[in-house]
């Protein structure tokens, strides 16, 4: 892309949509959009998109936006999907859009059917780490530590963020993939190349929430960078759930866990030791990534 | 005209691939099940004009057919019992989308415990959902009627629920007149409903809304609804002239001078039916459109006639009050100068229907301190 495509007109979200400032998740879908417009069908499950979206006829994007329940985005997308097959809209790329809840929690089942069957749509999660439209509480996706109105101070949840995309790989589907706000043209480069498969394509994007992180609205590029460089949020793709590729490698940018915690107020009751341990889990975790990476038959 | 000997099950599934459907997405349950592999087997025949799909639930079963429905195409799926309550989230969201879907429900018990027997309560507890629901007789009804309901729901944009007993219907086999497809989907046409979501076309459907506005959508939806039975029986006028047989919502057939009617839905209909020569003095009406629930119609039939007592047969219960049937027929007939007495046969749980319960119960007359609820093991 030209920097010249980066203007108003190419956009496909309006401004003046419903979303909080500093919002990841709406940040999220305004460059999703840009990259996949403009010929689009999307699919939105219960979440803050449902919020951000607006209310009919008011709408924050130029596409169409079909609302869902909140277990059933994976059909739904699935469904659409078909039913505009059998209209002939076959160049139509259909997007299902859900949050980590619609994800990792009450959406996996339909999720796991779809890519189990390799239903052919694009399936993205924009992940804020808890229910934030409902005000924060916990989901499968929040971190170990993180504070929530279900995990009040000075409780903090407990147990290990669920790994969705080692469950995404473990369907075999073609494609699958992370994201990272801050890496916006690492972002648009797997949107592209999703879209020019076929088949069920995952893409995981965090997206931080300022209210429910407890960060200032402007800190969310800057929380989304150092989720990538402390390798709390790693940035890789998956071709048929094999062949793993790390996107970006941050061999002279690693930063300690703690600074990326300590930017965050939902994490001020963790103490040092569990810090400690956290970074020896993060550490855990992306050895296990970099030897699911350096054990794949990658195509140069 | 060409008689097979088919099941229920066949029947819907026939009536399903005769309506050229574009997609199929259903999850096995029994009693539904024959309709679920007949569909397969028809596509793996190459016989099925659209695609079918076996998802992951039924509540993913019925989630697909939103999806496709939405970008304009014709769908159909099928359950039962367990299957039907899974799916409650998304039936309530179909009819306030207003989604032209096709369901047939074989009607069977939920549990807890497990149970296979026909109890009706799995449908009649969806009666609030916004769908219409048709209660079938025998499996002709079943084929005619399922067809029907793509045109019912197209025209009015609602879903429609097509019901009928397990193992009575769906598992018995009668000589049913199945149209040549060319003929049936000469009657039944295309889709001609507007699609919902057009690539290229900016729309928010079914986002965040108000209570004012609902209250404009849940108006609108009640009032195109009021006007099923006088849609349902237009098309039936058509299809009577084409196949030579047609159904009305609600039908009565009361001998002269009879003062006393069954009222039944589903199965029970047929067997009081058959069995109307022995119970003397009694009519049977027949209810076949549950929702909208036909009151006018019913209204008629009982002031025609000057019924005095009507013997419903609730093979179903709603905890607490009664028979689902009952309670329907006792609001419908209020405004009545003259009501009839109420008499609900309960056969929850699903027993059947036998010559004991049907001559014990049209023998207990008002007069007998009639107690207005009877459990059907009682009268055995």
């Known amino acids: 892309m030209k920097i010249t495509d980066y203007t108003m007109e190419n956009e496909l979200m309006y401004s003046g949509h419903n979303a909080c400032p500093g919002c990841g998740g709406a940040l999220a879908v305004r460059y999703l959009t840009r990259a996949l417009g403009p010929n689009l069908a999307m699919a939105i499950t219960a979440s803050c998109w449902s919020i951000i979206a607006g209310a009919p006829p008011l709408t924050a994007l130029k596409c169409p936006i079909l609302h869902c329940p909140f277990p059933s985005a994976g059909a739904v997308g699935s469904g659409l999907r078909r039913g505009l097959n059998a209209k002939g809209h076959y160049d139509t790329t259909v997007v299902v859009l859900a949050g980590d809840g619609g994800t990792f929690d009450i959406g996996l089942q339909a999720l796991s059917g779809a890519a189990q069957r390799n239903e052919d749509y694009i399936f993205i999660c924009y992940d804020n780490e808890a229910y934030m439209n409902t005000g924060m509480q916990t989901s499968s996706a929040t971190p170990f530590g993180a504070r929530t109105t279900t995990r009040p101070y000075p409780l903090f949840k407990h147990g290990q963020k669920k790994d969705i995309m080692r469950i995404m790989a473990a369907h075999g589907i073609p494609y699958a993939a992370t994201a990272?706000?801050?890496?916006?043209?690492?972002?648009?480069n797997k949107l592209k190349k999703a879209q020019e498969m076929k088949g069920f394509r995952f893409m995981h994007i965090l997206s931080p929430c300022p209210p429910g992180w407890g960060t200032d609205s402007s800190d969310t590029i800057h929380l989304s960078r150092l989720a990538v460089f402390t390798n709390f949020f790693p940035l890789y793709e998956i071709i048929n759930g094999e062949q793993w590729r790390m996107t970006y490698h941050p061999e002279k940018t690693r930063t300690p866990l703690k600074e990326y915690l300590e930017a965050q107020r939902r994490f001020r009751q963790v103490d040092e030791v569990t810090i400690e341990a956290l970074q020896e889990e993060v550490d855990q975790d992306w050895e296990g990534l970099l030897k699911r990476v350096s054990t794949s038959n990658v195509e140069k | 005209m060409a008689y097979e000997l088919i099941s229920g099950c066949q029947a819907a599934a026939l009536a399903a691939q005769r309506a050229g459907v574009d997609l199929v997405a259903a999850y096995p349950i029994t009693p539904q099940t024959a309709i679920v592999e007949t569909l397969a087997s028809f596509e793996a025949q190459g016989e099925l004009k659209g695609e079918f799909v076996s998802v992951e639930s039924e509540y993913s079963a019925?989630?697909?057919?939103?999806?496709?429905?939405?970008?304009?195409?014709?769908?159909?799926?099928?359950?039962?019992?367990?299957?039907?309550?899974?799916?409650h989230e998304m039936i309530q969201w179909c009819s306030g989308a207003r989604f032209p879907i096709v369901m047939v429900n074989v009607n069977r018990t939920v549990g807890a415990p497990w149970v296979l027997d026909p109890d009706q309560g799995d449908s009649l507890s969806q009666r609030d959902t916004g769908w219409m629901q048709i209660y079938c007789a025998n499996a002709q009804e079943v084929f005619d009627i399922t067809l029907q309901a793509f045109l019912l729901s197209e025209e009015l944009l609602l879903p429609t629920m097509v019901v009928f007993d397990g193992f009575y219907i769906s598992h018995t086999y009668e000589p049913v007149d199945v149209p040549e497809m060319d003929q049936a989907r000469e009657f039944i046409g295309p889709p001609q409903f507007q699609a919902?979501?057009?690539?290229?076309?900016?729309?928010?459907?079914?986002?965040?809304?108000?209570?004012?506005?609902?209250?404009?959508?849940?108006?609108?939806?009640h009032e195109d609804m009021l006007r099923a039975p006088e849609i349902f029986a237009d098309i039936n006028n058509r299809f009577e002239k084409v196949f030579g047989r047609g159904y009305m919502p609600v039908e009565a057939l009361i001998p002269e001078g009879a003062k006393t009617a069954f009222l039944a839905a589903g199965s029970t209909a047929e067997t009081v039916r058959w069995f109307l020569p022995e119970l003397e003095g009694c009519g049977l009406i027949q209810l076949?459109?549950?929702?909208?629930f036909p009151k006018d119609e019913l209204g008629r039939i009982v002031e025609e006639h000057g019924l005095d007592r009507l013997i419903i047969i609730d093979r179903n219960c709603s905890t607490g009050t009664g028979g689902y049937f009952a309670q329907e027929v006792r609001a419908a007939l209020y405004e009545l100068t003259e009501r009839p007495v109420i008499q609900d046969l309960l056969l929850a749980g699903g027993i059947d229907l036998t010559e004991d319960l049907l001559t014990g119960a049209a023998q207990k007359s008002p007069g007998d301190g009639l107690v207005d609820l009877q459990w059907g093991v009682e009268l055995r």
Do not use: I, W
Request: contains cysteine; aromatic residues 8%; hydrophobic residues 40%.
């Open chain 1, 180 to 188: 990272s706000l801050a890496f916006p043209q690492d972002m648009e």
């Open chain 2, 62 to 87: 019925l989630s697909y057919c939103n999806g496709a429905v939405a970008a304009g195409a014709r769908v159909f799926t099928a359950t039962s019992s367990h299957g039907l309550a899974y799916m």
């Open chain 2, 196 to 221: 919902q979501v057009v690539p290229g076309v900016q729309a928010n459907l079914h986002g965040l809304s108000t209570g004012e506005a609902q209250l404009q959508l849940v108006r609108k939806r």
């Open chain 2, 288 to 292: 076949r459109m549950f929702r909208p």
